[in-house]
């Protein structure tokens, strides 16, 4: 059992359950969880499914559905959040309205912290590390780099709150809070953090909000200046002086905060890039930003992935069209991540309860369509008997250093830790 301390308390309970998969022959074989000793100090319950492959098509899964691990927990509430702290924990947080909200830093369980499947382990869950909770939803979270600290932002959207990981115990606690610029009762403040020995939070609704605080002083030390009321989508900082914005419309641009505001921009030109496309939008910048090629990758609600140089903005290298089944049901969980550890990889989801993988290289062309090279459907599939509504995949992050390892959580409260196999290698 945990130690329960002021402030926090594990309130967790959900049984331990099985889960169906497809044989070869496409009928259900029980996928029981693992004999051994019960877990201790558990903060969600799993079902492991190593090594698994489906041969032949069916109602639920097709060919591409194969994995090295797959890894199945069940939180007790939702999360928007999948924040890591080093590469064995992870941040999660809920996002309810009208309740307090759980903030967990999560241990991962020791079979996915080893790079070979060495057997059973007697622990098989994750591990509640620290805790905490929060008075309003929190839609997303960031840990500051080499600190104990976290920043939150959620509705309603009139301040960030930062909180502290505490050393003697295993609460999180709420320790401050910064004021947003412009507050609106239906919009929330995008936040990236900048990292340095006097780290800087970063945030803004709108593009004419976007500044720059001090973590420890609360001193304003940078701002847009402008009047300019285009709602933000996302923040990205790049590097100690480099940032990135994406807007809802897809206007995008990179911003230089050593400078008065002159981003570098998509400007609209009609050759089929985010200006032109209607929709809601989303963006990330790879980790190769200074590199020539095309590092930037922005998401439409319809599906529509637009590939983009840094050093030139305004004319996309390639524009697709993803194999999305219908437009994003709720564009603010649409997600578009590089693989921090392989080349030309990248990954999206907020369509419906399915993450998938895509590999650029071959992409060259402006309007086509594209199959993914992997794409996860366990979400759908592993509660497909269990509920009425399918669940939406809320968010996905790839780990830090297992190249083909991610983690990916839904609407229905599910937690999955899964490594695909490239199959295309693989032949």
């Avoid at 999948?82 to 309810?96: N, T």
């Avoid at 839609?139 to 939150?152: G, M």
């Avoid at 921009?265 to 890039?273: C, I, K, L």
């Amino acid at each position: 059992m945990r130690t329960e301390v002021p402030g926090y308390r594990d309130q967790r309970g959900p049984s331990h359950t099985g889960a169906n998969r497809c044989n070869k022959t496409g009928s259900p074989v029980c996928l029981a969880p693992e004999p051994g000793p019960p877990p201790t100090e558990p903060c969600c319950h799993s079902r492991v499914l190593t090594a698994l492959e489906c041969c032949a098509p069916c109602d639920n899964v097709s060919l591409s559905c194969r994995y090295q691990d797959f890894h199945a927990f069940d939180l007790s509430g939702a999360t928007r959040v999948l924040e890591w702290i080093g590469d064995k924990g992870v941040f999660v947080a809920e996002y309810e309205n009208l309740k307090k909200n759980e903030i967990l830093h999560l241990i991962l369980p020791l079979r996915l912290s080893v790079k070979e499947n060495q057997g059973l382990f007697p622990e098989r869950d994750f591990k509640v590390c620290h805790g905490g909770f929060s008075d309003t939803s929190v839609f997303d979270l960031k840990h500051v780099p080499d600190t104990r600290l976290l920043v939150t932002t959620g509705l309603p959207g009139s301040y960030l709150h930062v909180w502290q990981i505490t050393e003697d115990s295993d609460v999180i606690q709420a320790v401050s809070t910064i004021a947003v610029q412009e507050k609106e009762d239906s919009l929330w403040p995008r936040v990236a953090i900048f990292s340095s020995t006097t780290p800087g939070v970063l945030h803004g609704v709108r593009l004419s909000s976007l500044r720059v605080v001090d973590l420890e002083s609360q001193k304003t030390t940078y701002t847009s200046g402008v009047s300019d009321s285009e709602e933000l989508s996302s923040l990205q900082v790049l590097d100690t002086n480099t940032f990135a914005f994406c807007c809802a419309s897809g206007r995008l641009g990179l911003v230089d905060i050593r400078q008065k505001w002159a981003p570098s921009e998509n400007v609209s030109n009609g050759r089929g890039g985010p200006g032109t496309a209607g929709g809601r939008w989303c963006a990330e910048v790879g980790g190769k930003v200074r590199s020539p090629g095309p590092s930037v990758a922005i998401l439409g609600s319809n599906g529509q992935l637009c590939l983009l140089d840094p050093r030139d903005l305004c004319h996309p290298v390639s524009s697709v069209q993803c194999l999305v089944s219908a437009p994003s049901p709720d564009p603010e969980l649409l997600r578009v991540t590089w693989a921090p550890g392989l080349d030309n990889c990248l990954a999206i989801s907020g369509f419906d309860g399915m993450v998938q993988v895509y590999d650029t290289t071959s992409w060259d062309g402006m309007g086509s369509q594209v199959e993914p090279l992997f794409t996860h459907r366990g979400h759908i599939f592993l509660e497909g008997n269990q509920t009425d509504t399918t669940p939406l995949v809320t968010t996905h992050t790839w780990h830090p250093h297992k190249p083909r390892t991610l983690l990916s959580a839904a609407s229905d409260a599910s937690l999955h830790v899964w490594d695909w196999v490239d199959m295309h290698a693989s032949s």
